[in-house]
């Protein structure tokens, strides 16, 4: 702002400003370039016993058209899982609101409509959509009623297939343990050559193995591409359904009984000394694995047996083993290339973690199959009577390994497992795989002086101002001393 005092007598005002711009014309700038700020999505994992809501952030700024994701809250929807609200579907929906309002107040306001929101459902809304598809549709229209009724950018309501939830899991694991990509020292993100991990999940219904494939599928429907950080990623899904958890605790008692001739009073090696139980037979044999298993030679009124427990690991080890028919467990096709690394998720290896250092997960097995009933009890007063079935699952788990599956033991753990305190399940990866179509917001471009020169160029201006307001300052005293008042 320049002033002029007494008329055009002081050009000084002038001359500074003048001084100024031509300095300020002087000065070389740079180029600044300012990141732009953070995205944000939204899944909501729709599981059998609950919902949970994950909010992720990510950078704009995107690595070879990937977001680099982070978990930036949660919110678990109270209630039971939406498959559950079957008497009034409405209500699947209502359920889903605290968690959203959490949202809306997590994200900031003016990124609300830029924030993809998507629920996928699983094992519990597979199921209910096979036997009642009528009550699954009108359960999924609830919950898309209500997700649609908020700002956020709406990207559908689905039944996620088994092989979608293996292949986004196996994402997300790959991800959390920097096998796509690490940050360097250098300060930037490059590309990771440790190579990536399969993940074998023990879900109660079936055996879920994913992996990277390294050369042509011989099933290409088991087959899922995903591009990711520049680069793209051949990944095989496959179920083995009769060597899920349940499934496998049925054709055990199935063989204990079967090898020892239905005799009324049988012995499982797998179970804890002193620990016995009786077992219908018929109620077990009913199952479309243990079927495949043999016929039931025994009348549906003689098929109660009691069974008691013997903790004997090398029994236990020999009866397992009887359940892997090579041909149905893995045919060529089915098996995963050689020398493949498996992420396992089950809780039995948590258990085993708590039982010994399991280096050796032969010797953590035979630990825990060798304690009795009371021995066990004694070392988990907690959860006491929770272990009857433990050593098979444990026995199970070993045998795979056994067979040549290479196990990262020190990642594994239970299904709700986090790795660097972001929860690793298919809601991540669903949303790494989103950011590639999530377009990428430009850097802003500013002018800037450096530091130094612009404190320079304050102490010129100060000086210059300085000096022309002194210099009026004298001329108006001048000017008043040479025509005094009369």
Known sequence: MVVVVAGGDHPQPVIVAGLTGILLLCVSTKIVKIPPGSKYGIVLDAGPSHTTLFIYQWSAKKENNTGVVSEHSTCTVQGPGISDYSTCPQEAGNS???????????????????????????????LLNLTNPALSD???????????????????????????????????????LENFIKYAWTGHWIHSRKGTVGVMTLRRDSLQMTFMLKGESQDPEK?????????????????????????????????????????????????PLSY???????????????????????????DTFHITGSSNSSACRRLVGKLFNSSSFCSFSDCPPHGTKFLVISEMLNFLKEMAPYTDLGQATDLLCGMSKKELNEKFKERPNMFADHCTLSTFIYHLHAMGYQFDLDSSGQTAFQISDTSAGWALGYMLNLTNIIPEDELILLKGIENGVWSLLLILLVLLLTGSFTRISYRVVVKDDAHPES
């Open 96 to 126: 889903l609101k605290a968690c959203l309002k959490q949202a809306m107040e997590a994200i900031p306001e003016q990124q609300h409509s830029q924030t993809p929101v998507y629920l996928g459902a699983t094992a519990s809304m597979r």
């Open 138 to 176: 009108a359960l999924l229209a609830a919950v898309t009623s209500t997700l649609k009724s908020y700002p956020f950018d709406f990207q559908g309501v689905k039944i996620l297939s088994s092989q979608k939830e293996g292949v986004f899991l196996w994402a997300a694991v790959n991800y959390l």
């Open 223 to 271: 087959e899922v591409m995903l591009q990711l950080y520049g680069h793209t990623y051949k990944v095989n899904t496959h179920s083995f359904l009769c060597y899920g958890r349940d499934q496998v605790l049925k054709r055990l008692l199935l063989k204990v009984v079967q090898d020892q001739g239905y005799a009324r009073n049988a012995s499982n090696p797998c179970w």
């Open 276 to 302: 016995s139980r009786k077992v219908l037979l018929h109620s077990v044999h009913a199952d479309p694995c243990t079927v495949s298993d043999g016929p039931l030679s025994v009348p549906a009124h003689e």
